[in-house]
């Protein structure tokens, strides 16, 4: 099978790679990139466990093919913090133990920064319905929303 040549944007860089024309965005940016944080939970996007963000569009990466990835940009996990300095939901899940394995983490955090994207000021109801698409079987529900609701209120008081 040939190869397909893909440009395209990730975490703020300008990436090219050749992928094969059945090979998905999740095994693309853990085998091809180096990007581990996505997770292969299911394969069949029901866990949320490789939530990426592709223009501005949280999706499954097991469900997008590498090849449509041409001139998109992507965002990962490895793309919230900034050096050292950890974005709010991070740092929020860590103070609220909402984590224990780590293999929902990324798909969480990803799919809470899209959501406070769309809406900086969810009510609990609205946050629930936001990560509905994640599944933990460690840690349970609370701790997770708790965090995002904390970091959404951090967030707001950041950009007054």
Not at 109 to 124: S, V
Not at 144 to 152: F, G, H, K, P, Y
Request: proline share 3%; aromatic share 4%.
């Amino acid at each position: 099978m040939a190869g397909v040549a893909v440009s395209t944007t990730i975490n703020g860089d300008h990436v090219e790679y050749l992928c094969q024309p059945d090979e998905t965005l999740l095994d693309v940016l853990r085998d091809r990139l180096g990007l581990t944080g996505a997770k292969e939970g299911c394969g069949t996007g029901d866990c949320g466990a490789c939530s990426v963000i592709v223009d501005d569009r949280l999706v499954c990466s097991c469900l997008v093919l590498g090849a449509e990835a041409e001139g998109r940009q992507i965002e990962t996990i490895e793309g919230m913090a900034h050096g050292d300095q950890l974005h709010p939901l991070q740092q929020k899940f860590l103070e609220h133990a909402a984590l224990q394995c780590g293999i929902c983490t990324p798909g969480f955090l990803i799919a809470a920064k899209d959501l406070l994207a769309k809406n900086p000021d969810p009510t609990e109801e609205e946050i629930r319905f936001g990560l509905a698409g994640n599944l933990c079987r460690c840690t349970g529900y609370d701790k997770i929303v708790r965090a995002v609701q904390d970091a959404a209120n951090v967030m707001k008081e950041g950009s007054r």
